[in-house]
Each structure stands twice: as C-alpha cells, then as structure tokens.
C-alpha cells in the first residue's frame, strides 16, 4: 500500500487561553510519511520564528532529499537507514539556521525551539527529538511516551529527585536542556520503533501533557481513533478546559494499512540470503 493511503494524519494547533501568540509550529507531509512539530521560545515572537524555521527546513530539506533517495535505503557511512541520517542532517541545518539568525538579529537573540518528527517508512518510524515536545504511541489498549523529555525535571526524576506524582506540580516543568538553535551544534536523539496497523502516534507540545494528565490522553486517544480530527480537537479542548496556559499542538498519525517497501526479486532473495 502506497504511504499515503497507509497513513492518516491530521494536525491542529492553538495559542491557549493566556498566551497572545502561538509559537509553535506544525507540518505533515503524507506523501514523503514525515511530521514536525515545534514548540518556540524567545522574546517578541522570536520563538514562532524559531519553530517556523525548524519545521520549514525539515519539511523541505527531507522532501528535496528524497526526490533522490529512499529512507531505507543503507546510509553508507554509518551503516544505518537513510531516515535516521536524513532527521539527524537535517535537523542540524534547522539548528544552524536558527543559530545564525539569533546571532545576526538583535531581536532574534537568544531564540530556540524545541522538535518532534517521525518520519515513517518500510513499516517502521524513525523519532527524531530534542526539548520537552513529545511522541505518544497506542498500541493496543497500552499508550506511551516513546520519546523521554530534555528537561531538568526529567534529569530530577531519572536521578530520583523527584516522583513523577511531584513532579506535576513542580515549577520546573519548562527548563529545557536542550533545544534547536540555542549552541552551534545540537545533539538529536533519534530511535527507530517497529509500526504496527492500529497504532495510533500523537507528537505534541508541552501545552498538552503539561495541562492533561497521560491516562486523560489515554482515554481521549482510544476512544476517538476512529475520528482523528475529533481526537485531535478533544486533545485541545480538554488542554483549554483545564486552564490552558501554554499554546497547544497536536499531530496525530493512525496506521491503517502495510507500507513495506518495494522490493525486487533478487533484492529479496539477497537479504533471505544474508539472513
């Protein structure tokens, strides 16, 4: 099955109750199966800037790449899909971007953003992240967070600091240890998950799971995965409802079919071979 027809994507994005601006930034392509979402930061609207640029030059970096290139194919310098080099590469050029502009502006000093994508290809997804926007999946009845946050209050829980219960409440929750555009160079964390039909994938930004507690996501995810715009526009509401004090972004991606890449003959018998 073609990607396209795989994969059903919507996205949605809000300021929220209190901010005048909303400075994130989403974007889907279905017929490349890649999302970028991005949550700004920086004065005088110098973080919608910021995710602007990030999810531009994603979108059209990896769209030009691969008018070239397969994203399974072998990348041969490290020996891995093409996906993970082309998130990595192209996320690095956002961050190059965003740094230069905040060092050559004065009114883009200091801005950043954080980034979420998945590029989804041969029945897998390659998760690209930096910051506190996140990646949920459901699978089954079971949702998780397959992306872990770079934020102190992640560093605090993981070193046991702090509960996950306490850290609801903590004051801590948007110090970020690491977003694109802030140092010359950025450091991506990217994982390849195996997909399987029925997931369903949320990215989101701070805006939501900070406001909706997971098991409310949870909830909201499975029982509207058969309407993702509804989804998508409960996930907001329920951030609204709950005070909405941060913009809110939603992407949501349902995998309805197989979208295993094409394959000839020998190529099969080849990797049968090597196996």
Known sequence: MDIKDALEMVSMSHPGMVRAHNEDSVACEPDLGLVVLADGMGGYNAGEVASGIAVSVVISEIKHAMEEIRPEDQDEESGGDVAVSLLRNNVQKANSSIYHAAHSQPQYSGMGTTIVSGLFYDNRVAVAHIGDSRMYRLRGDVLESITKDHS?????????????????????????????????????????????????????????????????IAEIVKTLKANLPLMASQLIQTANDNGGRDNVSVIVVKVNGDFAAQRSVIGKFLSWFKN
């Open 152 to 216: 102190l209050l992640q560093e605090q829980i993981d070193s046991g600091m702090i509960s996950k219960a306490d850290a609801r409440q903590s004051q801590n929750k948007n110090l970020v240890t690491r977003a694109v555009g802030i140092d010359a160079e950025v450091e991506t964390e990217i994982h390849v998950h195996e997909v399987r039909r029925g997931d369903v994938y949320v990215l989101c930004s701070d805006g939501l799971n900070d406001m909706v507690e997971d098991n409310d």
